[in-house]
């Protein structure tokens, strides 16, 4: 069985392909398989933060210029990455079609991987709800801020209402403390729970870090290039927590069957 989680957040810059590349190697180094799909298609950078030049991308398979085979392309720790591909302007307005046929082709690996990471770009737009939507857990990413906490429940609301999800995990970023962290998580939950019937999970925290900072600056991961830093820990400590977070139901398109039993 194969558990797909979407890293999401509803606005930019929260450290989204951060913590995805981060849990994606962390959750390979517990022998685990994974691949990191980089959805952004738009603007994708999971490959610079992995430090990786990947020939082939999600556009070229969309266009038909490549086989899956040669777009799961290889990444640090054993990781499988597809990379999203930038610049690719007429990518921004994929349709749904489209991500259809990316998804169908990526169930192929059903079975074949423990993990399938799949990295979303910004805001809540079609394809982010799309792809947030086909997965079993969405990890939303937050920080203490009044424009997170807005953007990150207009992404809820909007999966919810329009793809009845019912099931959010969120791992807060950019954190002044672990108390703090779940001070903000609660708040935030407080907030999705008057307006929305939807649950909420608590799945970790990540401070603000510039050995992180650095790390992406170096293309080195944290989890890489100091594993045994706080900061590789925590995403450890996230990597540990993902089988006991809550999976959706719905109906609904998703990354795998759901006939899992
Ligand atoms: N925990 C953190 N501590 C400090 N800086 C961070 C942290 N996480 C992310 N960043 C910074 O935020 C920037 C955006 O991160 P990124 O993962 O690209 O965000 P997103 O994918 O949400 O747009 C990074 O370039 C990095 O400098
Ligand atoms: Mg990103």
Known sequence: MTVSISIASGKGGVGKTNCAVNLSLALCKQGKKVVLFDTDFGMANA???????????????????????????EAPQNLKFIAGGSGLLELLNLNNETRYRMLQSLSSLEDQIDYLIVDTPAGASDSTLFFTSA???????????????????????????EKGLTQFSVMVNMANSASSAQQNFKKFSEICNRFLDVKLTYAGMVPQSNAIRRSIVKRKPITIGMPSSPEAKLFTDLANKIPSLPHNEHDGITFFSKDKG
């Open 135 to 161: 997965t079993d857990i969405p990890l939303i990413v937050l920080v203490a801020e009044p424009t997170s906490f807005l953007d990150a429940y207009a992404l809820i609301k909007a999966a919810h209402i």
């Open 47 to 73: 490959h610079i933060l992995l430090g990786t030049n990947p020939r082939h991308s999600a556009a070229s398979f969309l266009k038909g210029e490549a086989k899956l085979d040669d777009i799961l392309t």
